[in-house]
């Protein structure tokens, strides 16, 4: 599952150093960029829900084999796009395979072990994923700068039916679903569904909302229109620093998920939403590479807030549950991703980068603010248990 969540990803974010040349390729303006990448949280936003419901009922392996059919599918019709039509069909399609992945890969690793290790289990999943993050935009840009770009996206098409073929096998072989494990002790949790109150569950829930926004409006848009208009930078040298903030990413769901397990889930959640805050300040007002590349590694490291949030909502979540409350959760996200690109790219267009940026650091600042004083703590000694 790690293997499967982590090429997937992979796979997904080719586009990120490739997106200036696409542009240039599809006569795309940045704002058309932004909404390319809105149209990509578009295909996730439609599939989260349905994806919750078949983790309760599927093997993880059987979704994750449909996953790599149309992350296929779609790195093949971006390869061949001859108009920006079909870059956005394609990038749909895409989005549509990385929600399927998401979704059962966050039910798998919240209910593989106990919940005194939940936080743990589930920095593995961020970890498969952060390091796709990491690795997938380093091999594309490197891929680009010899074949261009539509020769990156086509080994994508070869990879992914490689994928097809290693998980098709054990998806036919069958796992016990998310619900399975509940039900028989493995990943056990409370008893009572939502125990939160509902200004607690709408911050927890504004959590996802705040880090794909921020993700996919300045990692996956703006930080390489950045790099390539205002510093100049090349497909490769964007894809090597957008690998470096998934490396950052990927130290910092590791170590989140410790603090997390043997702390509190708010220790973590909340520096991490504050050093967010700060990445995406001096994206706004940095000059030069050195600070373009701090930014992104802030900006990345503090990216752990989705994957502690998952934690909490898997603590407050009764067996047959999961996946639904984690393809809500999921959803609201990618309203996130959605809103993000198309507001901040107009906005850089007709104005801007630091009236487009700084809105994005201030509802950072605030989630954070209002995750330390409202949702309450929900480590594997809380009151839920207690209660139960």
Do not use: H
């Not at 390489?224 to 040298?237: C, Q, S």
């Amino acid at each position: 599952m790690g293997g499967a969540v982590f090429t997937i990803t992979a796979l997904a974010f080719f586009r990120v150093p490739i997106l200036p040349s696409i542009g240039d390729d599809l006569s795309m303006s940045t704002t058309q960029l932004g909404m390319f990448t809105a149209t990509y949280a578009l295909g996730r936003l439609l599939t989260d829900v349905p994806a919750g419901a078949m983790a309760d009922r599927l093997p993880a392996t059987s979704i994750v084999s449909r996953a790599a059919w149309l992350v296929a599918a779609g790195s093949a019709l971006l390869a061949g796009a001859p108009v920006a039509l079909a870059a956005y069909a394609a990038i749909f399609v895409l989005g549509v395979g990385t929600a399927l992945t998401n979704t059962a890969g966050a039910a798998y690793f919240s209910t593989v072990g106990p919940v005194s290790r939940r936080g743990i289990a589930v920095s593995g999943f961020a970890a498969a994923q952060l390091g796709g993050q990491a690795f997938g935009p380093a091999i594309a840009g490197g891929l680009a700068s010899f074949g261009g770009w539509r020769t990156a996206e086509t080994i994508a098409v070869a990879v992914a039916l490689g994928l097809v073929a290693a998980v098709g096998s054990r998806a036919r072989g069958g796992t016990v679903t998310a619900q399975e494990r509940r039900r028989s002790g493995d990943g056990a949790g409370p008893t009572a569904q939502w125990v939160l109150s509902r200004s607690a569950r709408i911050v927890l829930f504004s959590v996802p909302f705040v880090m794909f926004l921020t993700i996919g409006s300045m990692i996956q848009t703006l930080a390489p229109v950045i790099g390539d208009e205002a510093l100049g930078l090349t497909p490769a040298v964007i894809g090597l620093a957008a690998g470096l903030g998934g490396l950052c990413r990927l130290i910092g769901a590791i170590v989140g998920g410790q603090v997390a397990d043997r702390v509190a889930r708010k220790a973590a959640l909340v520096p991490g939403l504050a050093i967010q805050t700060v990445g995406v300040v001096l994206l706004a007002f940095g000059s030069g590479i050195p600070m373009y590349l701090i930014a992104i590694a802030l900006l990345s490291l503090g990216s752990i807030g989705t994957s502690i949030a998952i934690a909490v909502l898997a603590d407050l979540s009764t067996p047959g549950t999961l996946g639904r409350n984690l393809g809500r959760f999921r959803f609201v996200g990618d309203v996130g991703l959605i809103v993000g690109p198309i507001m901040t790219a107009r906005i850089y267009d007709s104005v801007g980068r630091t009236t487009a940026v700084l809105p994005v650091a201030a509802l950072a600042a605030i989630c954070a603010i209002a995750v330390a004083v409202v949702i309450p703590e929900t480590r594997w000694g809380s009151a839920v248990e207690r209660r139960s």
